[in-house]
């Protein structure tokens, strides 16, 4: 699963995922270096190089890493 992209439920691009850790997947973005820790009960679906989210790209930002 580590690189593929990562879509909002409404196909927003979110970025790629860096790493697996537990329950949840990491995600870090391009550009302004953004990581986002998703629980992986918050992954619709999978296939190919996508995943696809359950959550809209504006609340997102709930799972957010500090620093």
Do not use: C, W
Request: charge should be positive; glycine fraction near 14%; avoid cysteine.
């Amino acid at each position: 699963m580590v690189h593929k992209n990562v879509r909002s439920v409404d196909g927003e691009q979110v970025g790629s995922i860096v790493a697996v850790l537990g329950d949840e997947i990491h995600v870090g973005t391009q550009g302004p270096r953004s990581q986002y820790r998703i629980p992986k009960q918050n992954v619709a679906r999978f296939g190919g190089a996508k995943v696809r989210l359950d959550t809209p790209v504006g609340e997102i930002g709930r799972f957010a890493v500090a620093g």
